[in-house]
């Protein structure tokens, strides 16, 4: 089950994120296991610091759709972690993995991607692949929202050419 807002901004808004990326610095990104760690094995992307405004900026746009997601999935959600600016380049991936139970500190129900490029446009592969049971395939699509439970198992799979932005987050 997820929630899929197609039009959650519109290109500008998408270019603005974007544009705040390109301004910061990148590093690369870690996982959990057994404390936060490089894998580029599992995970090969870069975590983009971005500006206090524009975290500001984008972090209220996605509290706005909490109420509507929290009753899409008829639970209550009280909280949110904080957006992260992800950005994966050519040969990026991020294998299997589930967002929830990583420890006690992290009590993720929901998690969400916003999507700031297409698959086609300057970026080609980097589909987010959920398994509900079965695997869906959800290729990038610039301003485009998805919602899905944190402990359903995906991956975002290798970009073969580009860059793929996204903007994740997660809801309590």
């Given at each position: ?5 197609r ?64 009753q ?38 929901i ?34 929202l ?27």
């Open positions: 089950m997820m929630f899929v807002l039009e959650f901004w519109k290109p500008a808004a998408c270019s603005r994120v974007r544009t705040a990326m390109d301004r910061g610095r990148g590093t690369i990104a870690e996982i959990y296991a057994d404390g936060y760690r490089v894998d580029e094995n599992v995970r090969r992307a870069f975590d983009m610091d971005v500006d206090p405004d524009s975290v500001e900026e984008v972090q209220r746009d996605i509290d706005a759709v909490r109420s509507q997601i929290a899409f999935f008829g639970i209550t959600l009280s909280g949110e972690e904080g957006p992260g600016f992800l950005r994966y380049e050519n040969g990026g991936f991020y294998r299997l993995h589930c967002d929830a139970g990583l420890d006690d500190s992290f009590p993720r129900r998690s969400i991607v916003v999507f700031l490029t297409s698959a086609g446009c300057g970026c080609e592969g980097g589909s987010l692949r959920l398994y509900t049971p079965d695997a869906l395939d959800i290729p990038p699509r610039a301003g485009m998805v919602a899905f439970p944190s402990d359903i198992p995906h991956e975002v799979l290798p970009v073969t050419a580009g860059v793929r932005d996204a903007v994740v987050d997660w809801f309590y």
